[in-house]
């Protein structure tokens, strides 16, 4: 049995729900009504404005960040100080002469200079895009060209990722290095010199709701990823979901666990919290069974929003982990990213008494559309129900609606929410092919239930989903076959029971090359250190030759039912 968010608000020092009655606040949708409650001076937006300016007016001493190091440092950041800072930056980059609409790429671990940098480049009118930081070259120099990025900003420990790759670059005019221990920085730009001369004070870019924000890149079935590009009207979404998804309330601490290379880690890292007016626990490291429960400890997190893979990894260490801390400010708990088994749901409520409350979205959607709310009864194993104000819908082939409780299909949605994309940088055609029969296309199969449960199956495209992140097969088979050794890559998700899936690779070789195990290692090694080790391939099997259709498309479904043992499916289009 689930306990449901109203009983647990019950407890002393808990709050009732932002979102106290889901079908009400559904039928008395309007997103004018959220538009309300933000700033909007004069009709603009700058999602800097609604996210840090506005509460540093209003309680400008109100913590915005509690930043831990690594190495256990704590720093902390009121939203004053963020609005001078991201002033700072936003003027250190006028100077430079970045204009509205370029390209301001970040490549950094989890550092306050990292939100300091994406605010400030929104407030001087540019496009953010930061990037994961455990990429390899490879990834990394693909999303500059697509983007023409005209700067770089990243740290000492990723700057030789970056000069590999800068000749490369013809776009890039600038890498700026932000050195917190003041080292020399080399023949680049020195960010902490840049804004120890920046003023405090920079008037914000005069942006729109059609303006262009952010930019995070996506990995398709075929061809290199795609800019999805985002517009500052989104934080109207980030805010709406902060508030009735995430049950954001003015005295919560907050986090995320999720890395701003990733549209989570912006949205849900950066925006909807920020746009509520909240403090957020911000974490540099990466996982730790123990060290995740300690900081929630020792920051009071009362809202914790995180990812399946991780809940399988603590469900892993056992739940005498959680037991070993005081957990009594947590108060509700989320994830997203891959479908959440029903043992994770449940797993929260038995180690510390809060079930997870799982919802979906994608980088295109921008924010969150469908999820499991404080007041709604969860069904474990559901992604819950679409925002109020979100048309969802299960499709047909023919794109029509199909209102069969339990029928599979393409999940759908109808376009116009705030956060929507609104274009594939350069590749419009794309874009447009992701709206059919007036739905925007999600890629996801999935199933709803008579009650307006939606269940997810599975995506619809070759796209591999490892530990939350997605993977294209085209990136990863291109580096493959720039090793002089292989002839042809096919690569599959293959079913994990931690990270759901790992990326696999099949390749064939060339003549004169050995199917040995000294080559195989060799091919982890050269993917590893070109595309980093979260998109590299985590195993590779040799084969005589991949399959094939007639018009020479190797043939990765078939590469995976052969892998998993599963029925061919049609091979009429195989070649002989
Ligand atoms: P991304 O665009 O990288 O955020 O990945 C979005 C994709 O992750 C979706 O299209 C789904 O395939 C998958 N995904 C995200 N959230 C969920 C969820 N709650 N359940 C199942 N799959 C999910």
């Known amino acids: 049995m ?3 968010y109203p009983e647990i608000a019950k407890a002393p020092g808990r709050v009732p729900p932002n979102l106290a009655d889901y079908e009400a606040l559904r039928r008395g949708w309007s997103w004018d009504a959220v538009r309300a409650e933000l700033e909007l001076p004069g ?14 007016r209003r309680a400008p001493d109100r913590l915005a960040m509690i930043w831990e190091g690594s190495d256990g440092r704590v720093e902390r950041l009121t939203f004053e100080e963020l609005r001078r800072l991201t002033n700072r930056f936003a003027n250190v980059l006028r100077e430079l002469g970045i204009a509205r609409g370029d390209r301001v790429f970040f ?17 001087a009118g540019a496009i953010a895009a930061p990037l994961f930081s455990a990429f390899g070259p490879e990834p990394v120099a693909e999303r500059v060209r697509r983007a023409d990025g005209v700067l770089m900003v990243t740290t000492p420990r990723l700057l030789a990722k970056i000069e590999a790759i800068r000749a490369d670059l013809p776009s890039l005019q600038h890498v700026m290095v932000i050195d917190r221990e003041r080292g020399a920085t080399g023949a680049h730009l020195d960010y902490m010199r840049l804004m120890d001369g920046a003023a405090d004070e920079a008037a914000i870019e005069p942006t729109g709701a059609e303006d262009w924000s952010l930019m995070h890149f996506t990995s398709g079935t075929t061809g290199l990823p795609k800019g999805a590009a985002h517009v500052h009207g989104a934080v109207v979404g980030h805010y709406a979901t902060g508030k009735y998804v995430l049950d954001l309330h003015p005295d919560d601490v907050y986090w995320c666990t999720a890395d701003p290379g990733w549209v989570t880690g912006t949205s849900y890292g950066m925006f909807a919290p920020w746009s509520n007016g909240v403090t957020q626990l911000i974490y540099e490291g990466g996982f730790g069974a123990g060290k995740w429960f300690e900081l929630i400890e020792r920051h009071r997190v ?60 994608q980088t295109e959607t921008g924010a969150i559309m469908i999820a499991n709310y404080p007041s709604v009864p969860i069904r474990p194993g559901s992604m819950g129900k679409p925002l109020p104000g979100i048309e969802a819908a299960i499709i047909d082939d023919e794109f029509r609606a199909i209102d069969e409780p339990m029928r599979e299909g393409q999940l759908a949605l109808r376009p116009g929410w705030p956060s929507m994309f609104r274009t594939y940088w350069k590749d419009e ?23 307006g449960y939606y269940w997810f199956v599975g995506r619809d495209d070759d796209v591999i989903n490892t530990a939350g992140h997605l993977v294209g097969p085209f990136e990863v088979e291109s580096v493959l076959i720039e090793h002089p050794a292989v002839a042809e890559a096919g690569v599959i998700g293959k079913p994990d029971a931690v990270a759901m899936e790992i990326v696999k690779a099949f390749v064939s070789l ?22 980093g ?22 043939m990765r479904r078939l590469l995976k039912a052969r892998e998993l043992g599963l029925p061919e499916g049609d091979t009429s289009t195989l070649e002989d």
Not at 308 to 329: N, Y
Not at 533 to 554: C, H, M, N, Q
Request: proline share 7%; hydrophobic share 40%; with cysteine.
């Open 510 to 531: 060339k003549d004169g090359f050995a199917p040995t195990e000294e080559l195989r290692r060799e091919l982890v090694g050269h993917a590893r250190q070109r595309l």
């Open 533 to 554: 080790p979260g998109v590299a391939p985590r195993e590779i099997d040799f084969l005589p030759t991949l399959p094939k259709t007639r018009s020479g498309k190797i």
């Open 429 to 451: 055609e794309r874009y447009a092919s992701r709206f059919k029969g007036g739905w925007y296309l999600t890629g996801d199969r999935a199933k709803r239930d008579a009650d």
């Open 302 to 361: 009362s809202v914790w929003y995180t990812a399946p893979t991780a809940i399988r990894m603590l469900m892993k260490a056992g739940a005498r982990i959680p037991q070993q801390h005081d957990l009594s400010s947590l108060r509700y708990t989320m994830s997203v990213g891959e479908p959440l088994n029903p043992e994770g749901v449940v797993w929260g409520q038995e180690a510390f008494g809060l079930p997870f409350h799982d919802n979906w979205w």
């Open 2 to 4: 689930v306990m449901s």
């Open 107 to 123: 490549f950094a671990d989890r550092i306050p200079e990292l939100y300091v940098g994406v605010f400030g480049a929104l407030k």
């Open 43 to 56: 009709g603009l937006v700058n999602q800097a404005n609604e996210c840090i300016d506005r509460h540093a």
